[in-house]
């Protein structure tokens, strides 16, 4: 799916993309290893705002829907895919340290210890996990979401790639 959004898409979407798509193409299975380091929890696996809801009945609770890709990962992995893919580039280049710090407290609080370092480290690795699943559903066109909710989610996890090196993190941790 990748291939077909570089064959077809490349030209709606962002500088960055292509070097993006193709050294994920060409890694895939490396880079899916690098999905199983580290530390892991129960992750939804697909939360963009697509599969979220309001429950107004219960006091403005929020929640997921489509738990088809639960995984157990690193739980990381859910807050990249939200920021990269489904948060406006603006607020999340404003606010993205501190939302991870925050992530970070929480999870202290509950004698989890994951140090800036490592929670930084993969928040970038999991950056490319949104980019996949935004970048899989824009080379659908509108057979699983309207065009354009693809190609947003493709845009603005692109641009995060770019923000954030995605590429050089994977060739870093990759090798030749």
Known sequence: MVRMAIDNLTDRLPAGFLDLAELYEARSRDV??????GE?????GDPHLG???VDTVN??????????????????????YVLSAST????????EDALLLRYREILAAHG???????????????T????????????????????????GGT??????????????LLAERLGP
């Open 51 to 53: 599969n979220l809801f």
């Open 88 to 95: 406006p580039t603006d607020v999340r280049r404003a606010h």
């Open 112 to 126: 989890i210890t994951l140090d800036a370092d490592t929670a930084w480290e993969q928040y970038r690795l999991f």
């Open 59 to 80: 006091g403005d609770r929020t929640g997921f829907l489509d738990w088809a890709v639960i995984a157990h990962a690193p739980g990381i992995r859910d807050v990249a």
């Open 155 to 168: 845009e603005r996890s692109t641009i995060a790639a770019v923000d954030l090196d995605c590429v050089g």
């Open 40 to 44: 892991r929890t129960l992750v939804h």
């Open 32 to 37: 899916m290893r690098l999905y199983r380091q």
């Open 128 to 151: 490319v996990y949104g980019w996949v699943a935004a970048t899989c559903t824009a080379a659908m066109g509108s057979k699983w979401q309207p065009e354009h909710i693809g190609l």
